[in-house]
């Protein structure tokens, strides 16, 4: 009964989180050990197992209430780790296909080219500075600047967005000039290759925490 009872807890508080299964696992873990800690010292008191499982969760309050005293934490921690992520990624990203445009571009540069170049340019110069304001607001930026989770979640959905757009565009027009690229010089192939796999990965990465976000972002915008 007892041990049901500080399941069902969890459940709900699990329930009520944004963000990463990790990031709800570790907070679920942490108000589990405190349960636990609690039930211990009503037994210690003499209480029955029952009643001492029924006082803890009690002590605790409603898990929906908890819940939502962990979003914006929980929201701070995702959307810093997101913008981080798209600032590391995004220099190597760009290397990997300017070198590959550099060695198998074709003269003079088709149209197409020049058309996903300027698409993902906008896209960079969109993404980069809400990347950069996400995570400052989110690091020690917050101690100076005093930012809503929610304004930093939408600008890393912005920039998350933003990667998605430029990946989507370079994949197209790879895929368009595919016969040039890889059948230019081996180096060029590998270069042309990596980059795939690179846009690929963000993409995916990208994509995900994209949805994550929407989520928190909703969650912070009911409280």
Same mark, same amino acid.
């Given at each position: 009964? %007892?041990?049901?009872?500080?399941?069902?807890?969890?459940?709900?508080?699990?329930?009520?989180? $944004?963000?990463?299964?990790?990031? @709800?696992?570790?907070?679920?873990?942490?108000? !589990?050990?405190?349960?636990?800690?609690?039930?211990?010292?009503?037994?210690?008191? %003499?209480?029955?197992?029952? /009643?001492?499982? @029924?006082? #803890?969760?009690?002590?605790?309050?409603?898990?929906? &209430?908890?819940?939502?005293?962990?979003?914006?934490?929980?929201?701070?921690?995702?959307?810093? @780790?997101?913008?981080?992520?798209?600032? @590391?990624?995004?220099?190597?990203?760009?290397?990997?296909?300017?070198?590959?445009?550099?060695?198998? +571009?074709?003269?003079?540069?088709?149209?197409? &080219?020049?058309?996903? +170049?300027? =698409?993902?340019?906008?896209?960079?110069?969109?993404?980069?500075?809400?990347?950069?304001?996400?995570?400052?607001?989110?690091?020690? !930026?917050?101690? *100076?600047?005093?930012?809503? $989770?929610?304004? /930093?979640?939408?600008?890393?959905?912005?920039?998350?967005? %933003?990667?998605?757009?430029?990946?989507?565009?370079?994949?197209? #027009?790879?895929?368009?000039? #595919?016969?040039?690229?890889?059948?230019?010089?081996?180096?060029?192939?590998?270069?042309? !290759?990596?980059?795939? =796999?690179?846009?690929?990965?963000?993409?995916?990465? /990208?994509?995900?925490? /994209?949805?994550?976000?929407?989520?928190? *972002?909703?969650?912070?915008?009911?409280?």
């Amino acid at each position: 009964m %007892g041990d049901k009872l500080i399941h069902d807890y969890l459940s709900a508080l699990a329930a009520g989180l $944004p963000g990463s299964a990790r990031a @709800r696992a570790a907070i679920v873990t942490e108000i !589990g050990d405190g349960l636990a800690d609690a039930v211990t010292d009503h037994l210690d008191h %003499g209480h029955s197992p029952d /009643a001492a499982h @029924r006082m #803890a969760v009690e002590e605790f309050g409603d898990p929906v &209430v908890l819940a939502a005293q962990f979003t914006p934490v929980v929201a701070a921690t995702q959307i810093h @780790r997101c913008g981080l992520a798209l600032l @590391r990624t995004g220099p190597l990203v760009g290397v990997l296909w300017l070198t590959t445009v550099m060695l198998a +571009g074709p003269r003079p540069v088709p149209a197409m &080219v020049v058309l996903a +170049g300027i =698409v993902v340019a906008l896209a960079v110069l969109t993404a980069v500075p809400c990347a950069v304001f996400a995570v400052a607001v989110t690091g020690r !930026g917050s101690r *100076r600047w005093t930012v809503h $989770p929610r304004s /930093a979640a939408v600008a890393v959905v912005v920039a998350a967005s %933003g990667a998605v757009l430029g990946d989507l565009v370079l994949l197209s #027009a790879l895929a368009t000039l #595919a016969p040039t690229v890889f059948a230019a010089h081996t180096v060029t192939a590998v270069v042309a !290759g990596f980059a795939v =796999v690179a846009s690929l990965i963000r993409l995916i990465l /990208a994509a995900r925490n /994209a949805g994550q976000l929407l989520h928190i *972002r909703t969650a912070l915008t009911s409280r």
